[in-house]
T-cell receptor
Framework: NAGVTQTPKFQVLKTGQSMTLQCAQDMNHNSMYWYRQDPGMGLRLIYYSASEGTTDKGEVPNGYNVSRLNKREFSLRLESAAPSQTSVYFC?????????????FGDGTRLSIL | QKEVEQNSGPLSVPEGAIASLNCTYSDRGSQSFFWYRQYSGKSPELIMSIYSNGDQEDGRFTAQLNKASQYVSLLIRDSQPSDSATYLCAVRNTGGFKTIFGAGTRLFVKA
């Protein structure tokens, strides 16, 4: 059982480059989330998708865009990477946004912006 | 005031002891509470969920919830070196569409 799969696992970018982080889940979940985790800051929500076809901003959306491609896939795009976006990015999913069930996380993408 | 607060630690306990991790939250209407374990360089892994006042036990882990005091805790009995990790408290807010994570408490279990 794969659960939540993120690609790539590691990436190094130069300032100004763009890239897309991919996330896919096979648990038939409706809701998906993108977080970033920085030392001492905990997990901060970037964007979420309550259901297929909808996306909403989270706590720290600036500099990012997202696409909910279908029920399984939710991608995060950095249009012009900045050093402040160096972080570990986690994708998560849950059955739906009103469920009391917890979120399940992918293995993360470690992103460095030089 | 942060929405979910945890002592960052590190909390150090000897092997075999009880580790007690605490978390407070600000949204009085919160209904769902979770504890995640995160090993260094790994992703958060769910270890406990609790939804009503009282204790919820699963093996060596016990989650305790007190909604009146807006307090949730995690007890780890017979702590093992393999329990050394960062423990994240997560609280789903009123309305249920947003989960707030604490910054985590680092636990070290000394052999």
């Amino acid at each position: 059982n794969a659960g939540v799969t993120q690609t790539p696992k590691f990436q190094v970018l130069k300032t100004g480059q763009s890239m897309t982080l991919q996330c896919a889940q096979d648990m038939n979940h409706n809701s998906m989330y993108w977080y970033r985790q920085d030392p001492g800051m905990g997990l901060r929500l970037i964007y979420y998708s309550a259901s297929e076809g909808t996306t909403d901003k989270g706590e720290v959306p600036n500099g990012y865009n997202v696409s909910r491609l279908n029920k399984r896939e939710f991608s995060l795009r950095l249009e012009s990477a900045a050093p402040s976006q160096t972080s570990v990015y986690f994708c998560a999913s849950s059955p739906d946004r009103f469920s009391n069930q917890p979120q399940h996380f992918g293995d993360g993408t470690r992103l460095s912006i030089l | 005031q942060k929405e979910v607060e945890q002592n960052s630690g590190p909390l150090s306990v000897p092997e075999g002891a009880i580790a007690s991790l605490n978390c407070t939250y600000s949204d009085r209407g919160s209904q769902s509470f979770f504890w995640y374990r995160q090993y260094s360089g790994k992703s958060p892994e769910l270890i406990m969920s609790i939804y009503s006042n009282g204790d919820q036990e699963d093996g060596r882990f016990t989650a305790q919830l007190n909604k009146a005091s807006q307090y949730v805790s995690l007890l780890i009995r017979d702590s093992q070196p393999s329990d050394s990790a960062t423990y994240l408290c997560a609280v789903r807010n009123t309305g249920g569409f947003k989960t707030i994570f604490g910054a985590g408490t680092r636990l070290f279990v000394k052999a």
